[in-house]
């Protein structure tokens, strides 16, 4: 079996910093996101943190800045500029082309089905004249 660290080499790319998280194991908000200057070390952390029974999470992207000041502005709770690490503008690198596909049967913005979703991920591929 691949070890964690193995498994995020193959799928993440090179970059400045990786971003790690947990949540409440109901997976109903994402809890003490963490920034990481390595592959290693977010890997450490997140074998860390599900040896201690929290759900983990890392961000598929790499990124050029640590945690900063929106550029776009946005202000928190408290009126301060939020602090954002996360964000379009601060993905720098991918790996691999990340789908995110949804199958609920009683949401009328998921697929309804295995089938229907494979169909549309067929034909996005073939639009797009995209490898296999």
Request: charged letters at 20%; a neutral charge.
């Amino acid at each position: 079996m691949q070890s964690t660290l193995q498994f995020l080499q193959a799928i993440l790319p090179v970059a400045n910093f990786y971003v790690g998280a947990v949540n409440d194991n109901e997976g109903k908000y994402l809890k003490d996101q963490k920034v990481f200057r390595s592959i290693l070390e977010l890997a450490n952390y997140l074998d860390q943190m599900r040896s201690m029974g929290w759900c983990t999470y890392y961000a598929c992207s790499g990124f050029e800045q640590t945690w900063h000041e929106d550029p776009m502005g946005q202000l928190n709770a408290k009126g301060n500029i939020k602090k954002v690490v996360r964000t379009q503008r601060n993905a720098v690198a991918q790996k691999a082309f990340w789908l995110d596909i949804d199958i609920k049967p009683d949401d009328s913005g998921s697929y309804s089905t295995l089938q229907e979703a494979g169909d549309a991920l067929v034909s996005f591929v073939k639009a797009l004249s995209l490898p296999l």
